[in-house]
């Protein structure tokens, strides 16, 4: 199923974890509604901006799955509102900043991020819509900080 012109609804909860232990991450409709508004508002955006083509690591994820992983109780990645994500060739702080800068979000944090390793850790952004806070920063594991 397609959720918007570049993202299909497989890209978006796809899972070697929910593969190897057998987990069924299959999303809800309302689910589903909320991983289209995410690719429609993020992901399009981030690739049209970009111009290059890239695949989410991590969408969304089962109460189960996301057990399984380690993950918050409270992460928006179960209710379908989060992804995971990098933009080949691009630095992830960079990506970071556009969409501080350009999107409207919830909750954007540059993830493991490294300083002098622009490819390190990752993007996650999430969507609620009309309350999004648009709040950001970077998260090493330990230690919360703004975003620049």
Known sequence: MRLSKHFTLEELTKSQIAQRYRIDNAPGPRHVEDLRELCVHILEPVRKH????????????????????????TSQHIKGQAV???????????????????LDFDQLILEFY???????????????????????????????????
Request: a positive charge.
């Open 114 to 148: 490294k300083e002098g390793d622009p490819h390190s850790g990752w993007v996650h952004c999430s969507y609620v819509g009309k309350s999004n806070r648009g709040k950001s920063g970077k998260y090493d594991g330990r230690t919360w900080r703004d975003l620049p």
């Open 84 to 102: 995971d994500f990098e933009v080949p060739g691009v630095s992830n702080m960079e990506t970071a900043l556009w969409i501080k800068n350009a």
């Open 50 to 73: 970009y111009n290059k083509p890239f695949s989410p690591s991590s969408g969304y994820r089962c109460e189960l799955l996301n057990k399984q992983i380690g993950s918050s109780d």
